[in-house]
């Protein structure tokens, strides 16, 4: 069985920075759809167990590759703050 580790890791990153990225709605689906969106613009990182995902997560340490995910985070969670899709938003809650 192989696990994207960049699912756990940003995942974790965007819990961290949910508030710092001031995005227009914030429900589960929104989240989701943030995760999906920068899931599909990062390398993906397969590890055989999701104990290895640690290992892969030390080599972010790294402030440089650590800053571009949080890039790809904040501008993918832009996209999705700008036009939500969730039903929350769509009855204007
Ligand atoms: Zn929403």
Not at 14 to 20: C, D, G, I, T, V
Not at 48 to 71: C, H, P, S
Request: aromatic fraction near 6%; include cysteine.
């Amino acid at each position: 069985m192989a696990v994207n580790a960049m699912e756990q890791i940003m995942s974790d990153l965007l819990f961290e920075y949910k508030q710092a990225l001031q995005m227009s709605c914030t429900c589960d689906e929104c989240l989701n759809d943030v995760l999906a969106l920068v899931l599909n613009r990062v390398q993906p990182r397969y590890v055989t167990d999701d104990g290895k995902i640690a290992y892969v997560k030390a080599e972010f340490i790294d402030k440089q590759q650590m800053t571009t995910l949080i890039v790809k985070l904040a501008e993918s969670a832009k996209m999705v703050s700008d036009m939500p899709r969730c039903r929350r938003f769509e009855r204007g809650e």
